[in-house]
Each structure stands twice: as C-alpha cells, then as structure tokens.
C-alpha cells in the first residue's frame, strides 16, 4: 500500500515502468489513473498503457535509454490528471454462490466471522465498477467491494482455479475468464462468456463498465 | 581394375615410334602419365615410365569447400565426428570449418572406412584443403 | 518442464485485455533457427521441452534445430546442436534425449502455418488460443509449414550455440546465473533477507513450468506482510509470497500480481532462465538498467551477426 503522497515508480526490469498511484483504492483515484493512462499511451516509446488498481504500468516499444525522463513526466502528467468519467454498459451476472467452484466460500465467511448468507448478500449488494482487465484474457477486477467481506490472498496459489469463478483477494474481487493459477479465493462462478479472440475488441468488458451480482443459487 | 605392366610396355613403345613426347590416361580410379625423356629424338633409351600421380580406388579424400578454420568436433562436444577405423556414409560429417559464426560442415565423398583426419583442428583451410583420407566400401544399406 | 508447442516471440501489445506474451522460452533460440533458413525471426517454430520426439515431414523441407543439446536423426544420420538441415518427404526426424538444458526448437524454412491470433502464433494456453489449436501438440497432430521465402537457404550448416558467443566469462560454470534488476519492493525486505536472496543457490522445483519457475530455498520474508494492490506485472518479475519461496513469472505468467516483487530477471538473460533444468540451481546477480540495456545490445550483436554471416555465406555458395 502507498502510504506518502508522491506516487512510487519502479522499473520491472527494462520491459516495463510501474507506477502506483498514493491514495485510497476508490473510484475517484481510478478515473485519474485511467485518464494517466489515456496520457501515457501516446508517448513515444510506450507500447501499451495498463491500469490496474490505481496503478499504472507501461511497457516499452523500445526501453528508454534514460528512463529519468519518463519518470518525471510521469509525475508532472499525474498532478494534471483529471478524474476521466468513462461512460460504462451496466451489466446484470447471475452468480452460483459456494458449491464446487467457489469452494472458498465457508473459509471466507469463517475468516469475516459471518454466516454464508451474509458474505453473499454483502457481495452482491454493490454496483461494481469494472477498474481493469488483466490477470488472464478478460479477467476482470472490480472496484466497489465491502471490506467486510475481504480475505487476504492464500500462501501459496493453487494451481487451478475454475474458469467463471467469482473471487476474493485482500479487498478486491473478481471474474475469471478460463481455468488457471490463482492466489484468490473462489466464493461462486458465472457461465457468461469474457473473452473471445475472434471478437473486434476480444474482451467483453472494460474499464468503466458496471457490474451488478444477480443471487442465482447459493450452494452450501 | 590395375593396368598391367605388358600395356604400359608397349604404350611406351608407342611413344617412341610416334614421336609424341606424353601421354596421359584417367578413368575414375585411377590415372597414369607416361613422359618421353627428350634429351635425344633417338630410337636409344626407351621411354621410362614416369607415373606422375596415380591414384587408385585404395582412398578418396574428403575436402574443404570454403576458407576458415577447422575443427574435428562439434564445439559442445569432445567426440570428434568420425574417428579412425570407423565405418561412415557417404555424406557423413568428417568435420567443420568455421566460417565467422557459421559451422560448413565436411562430408566424406564416399562410404567407407575412415583412414585419418589429416587437418588440425584450428588450423585454417581453404577451398580443396584435404581434410580426411577414406577407404571406401560398397555403401552398407540400400538406398 | 511443459508441453510441446508451437510458438513464435510471443503477443505483446494485448496486456490490456490480460493477455500475456506466450512465446519461445528462448527467444534466442527460435531466432537463430529462424535466421539459419531465411525466415522472418518471428516465424513460428515448435518448442519442445521434452524427448523422446518423433516428426515426419511430408514433403521436402529444410528445417533447424536450436536451443537444449539434443541427440537428434533424420534418415539415418545424426544431427548436430544448432544446425540447418534438409528433409526429405517421409523422413523421420527422431529427437532421443536431451542430456543438459531445458528445452530445444524445431523451425522449418517459411515457418510453421498456424493463423495468426491477436497478433501472434503463439500458444495461448490459458485462453485456449493461438499456436495449432491453442493447445499443446499431440501424436497425430499434422503441422501446415507456409512456403520457404525467397531469401531461404538450404543445406546443412551449423552456428555457433548462444551459450558460447554469450558465455560470461567472470561466471562460474555449471551454475545458471541470472541478472535482474531489482524492483518496486526490494527495500521492504531488510537487509538480511536480500542477502539471503543473492547468495542462495535456489532449485527449480518441479512444479516450474512455462507459467512460473518456483524456486526452493532459505524462505525471504519482508520487514512486515505486504499485500499490494494488482499491479501490471511482465515475465522475469520474481515475487515472493508469503511463504518466502521465490517464483520467476515466465511466459506464460499472468499479466497482473499482487505479491511483493525483489526484482526482475533482465530480458537478456531470460533465455538462460528457459534452459535451466528442473532440479537445476540458479543464482541471482544484481544488475543496473544500463548494464541490462548492454547485454540485450549483446544479444543483438549476435543475431545480427548471424544473420549478415548467413547471407554472405548463401551467396558464396550460390557463386559456385
């Protein structure tokens, strides 16, 4: 977490610049994050600009020779970063609550000291704001979640996670796309369709799209 | 098959009642040059049979065809390609002449036994350089 | 050590949709075949981490084999590491043991014909895309190679192995050294912890794959439990969860994390990260962006090298 006022910037390697944003993790500093974004992107040298949670990484074309240039427009962009109001689709998931694919959801509620019931009406209360894709193709991370129901990520990550599964890392939550790794804790899947590389833009959602959990089923 | 000695007699005779002053013949195993001392245009010392290079099918070597510098095994590897005594294809790989950061390799133009590799591994060599000397045999498989 | 698949470079500007590169492990390796036939580097190729391996080719091709030392035969003669071939049509290339390194490449003159997939042939695993099917290759499987370009050369010539033209010479031999850099949360472990992460010789456990190499060791534990917020994260990073055992993202790691990250094997190096043999040891060397700019210069050197050597040597031959 970043405690100072000035954003952190670190190199991942010569591959790519991180940049993480101080601030809570809330939807006004996202939309900064996402306008920082749409900044960087058009630089020269910057192959893609990727917003995670109210962070930022950008990965080189070609790496810079000094990135002291970089970083420092960086920073000067961040300070002039508006809150970006990106026009989202609100979309309605239905959601299959605990059973095989969440089977993390008793180890959530016991870690909360709360009842089955209560984690998935507390789950599916919110409006999510999509904050970004990433993880896997069409993964997607959602602003919004009640911290009462937050679960810090597991020790060593499973191998294999379901595809469609509906989970919880530290204080965010989440949708898979496929099958794969994961450290989060599954609490529910959904059958909708993420991604799809034939599609002109291959993911189904992104950022500034809205998500509301429908209670399908609760399996205990 | 060897040319016997009563042909080159009397193609050394030959020599001396036409007046030519050599005679050279090749086939694919071997060749024979027959040279006129021509001190004196005289009936008197009979030709001498002066084999300048003679061949036979007993090796046939195997060459570089481009300049660099030769090696004896692959650079991960402490085996050499062929060892003397071993038997090898037609096209097997003798060695390797290095060319900047290319490895040409040298194929042996028969099957056979190999006899020697005759280049020094580091050494350089250029187009034609002898690099290994083979004993043929009858190819071992069918094609 | 994984599956057999068909990869080219890999898939880099779709990380926004959470699309990581895929790609050769050794990167190095598939552009050096690629350069031996006169393709295009980024032709797809086969990577093949494991033996034995048996393909028939049906029609005259040329083809090279790079990367991992493998005891390979087409038609009853041995190949060479790190050599371009021709095949006839029904021969049989056997690959029969690979004694050291992890995983050899298989290029063929035009390239393997598999379409192209947000940008890409490579195998997308996760997403089930890409490659041949967008899943490893099994016995049965028949590969479409594109036709040979007009820049290809034939006929059996071998390189020299990146291993040696890129060898280190102040690095002792036997160990795989990496270079990395070190990142956003280096300073949170103190200073015993990163001393442990320099000076430990980590084994690759067998749960390493083209995912994430998992390494065993003394446990490197911060100051205090982090747990960050998802963040964009590349092959190479190292994070380092809970239980203090580091794992090296590789190609095909997710393109975001929240683990705490020591620091990032440079791009230079990756490929000897891909050759190191599960059981293996690997060490850490601490490096400076400059000095990691420098060693992909390196790299480049050498690819641009072989290929200027492969031109003259094509036209050389083609004087005769």
């Not at chain 1, 059973?99 to 993390?104: A, D, F, L």
């Not at chain 2, 001396?16 to 086939?27: K, L, M, Q, R, Y």
């Not at chain 3, 963040?231 to 203090?244: D, L, R, S, Y």
């Amino acid at each position: 977490m970043t405690t100072s006022d000035r954003p952190r910037i670190s190199l991942l390697g010569t591959t790519a610049l991180l940049f993480e944003a101080p601030g809570t993790f809330d939807l006004p500093h996202q939309q900064r994050i996402w306008t920082l974004a749409t900044t960087a992107a058009k630089w020269s040298g910057i192959r893609e600009a990727i917003p995670l949670i109210t962070n930022l990484m950008l990965t080189f074309e070609t790496p810079p020779r000094d990135p002291n240039f970089l970083i420092s427009a960086l920073n000067d962009a961040w300070d002039e970063a508006q809150e970006l109001p990106i026009g989202g689709r609100e979309i309605r998931l239905p959601v299959t609550y605990g059973g095989e694919i969440g089977s993390s959801l008793q180890a959530v509620a016991d870690h909360c000291g709360m009842s089955i019931d209560d984690v998935v009406s507390i789950h599916a209360a919110p409006l999510y704001t999509v904050f970004a894709l990433g993880s896997h193709p069409g993964y997607c991370y959602l602003g919004g979640m009640d911290p009462r129901i937050s679960m810090p990520r597991r020790q060593t990550p499973l191998q294999r996670s379901a595809g469609g599964s509906v989970s919880i890392g530290g204080s965010q939550t989440g949708v898979s796309a496929s099958p794969g790794p994961s450290g989060w804790h599954a609490i529910g899947h959904t059958t909708w369709t993420f991604f799809d590389p034939s599609w002109t833009t291959p993911a189904a959602l992104a950022p500034g799209d809205i998500i509301r959990f429908e209670i399908e089923r609760v399996i205990r | 098959m060897p040319i016997d000695m009563a042909y080159i007699e009397r193609l050394a005779k030959l020599l001396e009642t036409s007046g030519v002053t050599s005679i050279e013949i090749e086939d694919k195993e071997q060749s024979l040059k027959l040279v006129m001392e021509t001190s004196e245009p005289s009936v008197t010392p009979p030709a001498r049979v002066n084999a300048i290079s003679c061949s036979d099918k007993s090796h046939v070597i195997a060459k570089a065809d481009v300049a660099g510098h030769f090696r004896a095994t692959h650079p991960w590897r402490t085996k050499p390609f062929a060892e003397p005594g071993q038997r090898i294809e037609a096209g097997a790989i003798v060695g390797l002449v290095k060319v900047g950061l290319l490895y040409a390799p040298v194929l042996s133009p028969a099957a056979g036994i190999l006899d020697a590799i005759t280049a020094e591994t580091g050494a350089m060599v250029g187009y034609g350089t002898p690099i290994a000397s083979i004993r043929p045999v009858a190819e071992s498989r069918q094609i | 050590m994984g599956p057999t698949s068909v990869q080219d470079l890999g898939r880099f500007d779709q990380y926004r949709f959470g699309v990581g590169t895929s790609g050769a492990m050794d990167d190095v390796a598939l552009r050096a075949g690629n350069i031996l036939l006169g393709n295009d580097e980024n032709a797809a190729g086969i990577e093949i981490p494991m033996t034995p391996f048996k393909l028939r080719f049906g029609r005259d091709m040329t083809f090279a084999l790079t990367g991992a030392e493998v005891e390979a035969e087409i038609g009853g003669r041995a190949i060479p590491p790190w050599w371009r071939s021709n095949a006839r049509v029904d021969e049989v290339l056997s690959l029969k043991t690979m004694p050291r390194s992890a995983r050899c490449y298989l290029t063929v003159s035009g390239g393997i014909d598999v379409p192209v997939v947000l940008g890409s042939r490579s195998t997308q695993f996760r997403g089930e895309f890409g490659g041949f099917h967008g899943r490893p290759l099994q016995p049965g499987d028949i590969l479409r190679c594109a036709s040979p370009t007009a820049s290809a050369s034939s006929g059996e010539l071998g390189v020299e192995p990146a291993d040696l033209v890129l060898a280190r010479p102040d690095v002792p031999a036997g160990n795989t050294t990496v270079r990395v850099i070190i990142a956003g949360e280096y300073d949170a472990f103190d200073g015993a912890a990163q001393d442990l992460f320099w000076r430990s010789g980590w084994k690759i456990t067998p749960q390493s794959n083209r995912y994430g190499y998992r390494l065993q060791g003394p446990a490197v534990k911060p100051i205090s439990p982090i747990e960050k917020r998802s963040h964009g994260i590349v092959p190479g990073v190292i994070q380092i969860p809970p239980n203090g055992q580091p794992i090296i993202q590789m190609r095909d790691a997710q393109t975001s994390g929240g683990y705490p990250k020591i620091a990032t094997v440079i791009k230079a190096d990756m490929w000897r990260v891909a050759q190191a043999r599960l059981g293996s040891t690997l060490r850490f060397e601490q490096t400076a962006y400059a000095d990691a700019l420098a060693a992909e210069d390196e790299v480049s050197v050498y690819l641009d090298r072989l290929r200027a050597d492969v031109r003259l040597f094509a036209e050389l031959q083609g004087c005769r």
